[in-house]
């Protein structure tokens, strides 16, 4: 019953400002590791953010000094908070979590960067 449900992608201006949210239900998923994805068409599905139980922070070159990563345990949700957004940056942004060795994926939310 475990699920986690993406939100706030949607257009914006190359330079623009977007946070993304995922919240999780189901399961508590404070004590395990969690990340961002994204997956533009014809591309792999790449790791962008990664934050650990501890809030320690990992993230793409790509991203570096423009995302950043955080967590409400309280509230089951994580956050993506994306700045000076440019239109590589434009995917399919999804939620991820591993519990007890099985992988949760959201469904995805679309983030264009366009003119």
């Known amino acids: 019953q475990a699920q986690l449900v993406e939100s706030g992608g949607g257009l914006v201006q190359p330079g623009g400002s977007l946070r993304l949210s995922c919240a999780a239900s189901?399961?508590?998923?404070?004590?395990?590791?969690m990340g961002w994805y994204r997956q533009a068409p014809g591309k792999e599905r790449e790791l962008v953010a990664f934050i650990g139980t501890g809030g320690t922070t990992k993230y793409a070159d790509s991203v570096k000094g423009r995302f950043t990563i955080s967590r409400d345990n309280a509230k089951n949700t994580v956050y993506l908070q994306m700045i000076s957004l440019k239109p590589e940056d434009t995917a399919v942004y999804y939620c991820?979590?591993?519990?007890?060795?099985?992988?949760?994926w959201g469904q995805g939310t679309q983030v264009t960067v366009s003119s």
């Open positions: 189901g399961s508590d998923f404070s004590w395990n590791p």
């Open positions: 991820n979590a591993v519990k007890f060795g099985q992988q949760y």
